[in-house]
């Protein structure tokens, strides 16, 4: 029973108009600025997982010095999206 009166809660609060403004560029800046240093953490980590497969590839290729390009550029892409 609880449950439904929380969604009650939660329809009547999303349907009931927007927030304020202030409030609502707080809340996202909160959220942008939180979501930092674990973005920060999950990039490094896929680029060292990059890194250790694609090690091979480019070492075949003699490609060693563009790796760590590949791997900011591939990093930092896959944590976006």
Do not use: I, K, W
């Not at 609060?13 to 909160?30: I, K, M």
């Not at 997982?49 to 896959?78: E, I, K, M």
Request: aromatic share 12%; with cysteine.
């Amino acid at each position: 029973m609880e449950f439904l009166h929380f969604v009650r809660r939660a329809l009547v609060a999303q349907f009931s108009g927007l927030p304020p403004r202030d409030e609502f560029v707080r809340h996202a800046l909160d959220a942008g600025v939180g979501s930092l240093p674990l973005l920060t953490l999950l990039t490094v980590f896929a680029g060292m997982n990059l890194s250790v497969q694609a090690y091979g590839t480019f070492v075949r290729f003699g490609g060693q010095d563009l790796l760590g390009l590949f791997c900011g550029v591939g990093g930092s892409a896959s944590c976006t999206r």
